[in-house]
């Protein structure tokens, strides 16, 4: 099965990602992660995305296609993943389709996050993250047990450095610029289901179980 996850940053995909990939036991590919490992790791698409991602820009699509690309060949993706942060725009949807078609593949569904403004706002500004295994957590919504360490792995949590104010506002902009082509795109295919993601994280995650087991 391949699911689509897409919304504005906030609107929980990350946190939905980890945990249908879980449930459904698939690949979970996160285009943000895979960005930052390589700005971590100081790779030359790491150099060439860090300015952009700094300012709440989008990458663009030539590099982040191709390192998609890579990235969906690997062994573990074979029996399906969600995809959390690609496509952000039509041409990315496009690159996505045709990568599919070359193994004879679809995408199953997207589901579209929806999230208001406040809520996006409050959730970024307090994410917490795992420096070691990606964990998100909130400093009120998800708090972590013991205090800056990660549940899961106890690794350090930090702030990720474009969760502040003025660079979260620049991602929403970036964000409603394309969104209604792509959410049309995924509309005119009749793959497109939309969710409250204001809700309750456990309430949204049980939808999107419910819609897969229908696909
Ligand atoms: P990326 O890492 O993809 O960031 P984003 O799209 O801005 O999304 P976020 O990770 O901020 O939010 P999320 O929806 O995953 O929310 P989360 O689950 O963490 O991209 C970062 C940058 O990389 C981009 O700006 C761009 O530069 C570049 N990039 C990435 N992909 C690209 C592409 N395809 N093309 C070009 N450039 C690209 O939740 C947020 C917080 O809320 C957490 O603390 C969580 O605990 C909490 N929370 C989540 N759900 C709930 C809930 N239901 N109730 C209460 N709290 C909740």
Known sequence: ???????????????????????????????????RQNVSGGTDLGKQAKSYMEKGALVPDDL??????????????????????????????????????????????????????????????GRLVCKNCGA??????????VEMMCDKCGGTLYQRTDDNEATIKTRLEVYRKEVSALLQYYEAKRQLHRL?????????????IRLAAKA
Do not use: C
């Open 1 to 35: 099965m391949k699911i689509i996850l897409l919304g504005p940053p906030g609107a929980g995909k990350g946190t939905q990602a980890v945990n249908l990939a879980q449930k459904l036991k698939l690949a979970h590919i996160s285009t943000g992660d895979l960005l």
């Open 64 to 125: 982040v296609t191709q390192m998609l690309q890579r990235r969906i060949q690997a062994q573990d993706v074979k029996k399906g993943f969600i995809l959390d942060g690609y496509p952000r725009n039509i041409a990315q949807a496009k690159a996505l389709d045709a990568m599919l078609k070359q193994e004879n593949a679809a995408i199953d569904f997207a589901v579209y996050l929806e999230a208001s403004e406040p809520v996006i706002i409050q959730r970024l500004t």
């Open 136 to 145: 998100n957590f909130h400093r009120k919504n998800m708090p972590p047990r």
């Open 196 to 208: 409250n993601a204001d809700e309750d994280a456990d309430a949204v995650l049980n939808e999107i």
